[in-house]
């Protein structure tokens, strides 16, 4: 899967799952749909930062930096 492609789903799941839970109870919440996902990218991005940053130690780490 692509970066922007798994950017994409991780961004519409919450709203994907708010609008299914609304089909069986009538009833939704969109502000916390929108928490949701901006959580989701925060996360996402922090978890792409880290490991950048570790493929980065490691390097210098072989180099003896």
Request: hydrophobic share 45%.
């Amino acid at each position: 899967m692509s970066l922007k492609t798994e950017i994409l789903c991780r961004i519409l799941a919450p709203y994907v799952d708010k609008l299914a839970e609304a089909l069986l109870t009538a009833d939704i919440d969109f502000e916390e749909a929108t928490l949701e996902s901006i959580a989701e990218i925060i996360c996402f991005k922090v978890e792409l930062t880290v490991r950048q940053m570790t493929r980065e130690l490691n390097t210098r780490m072989q180099n003896g930096e």
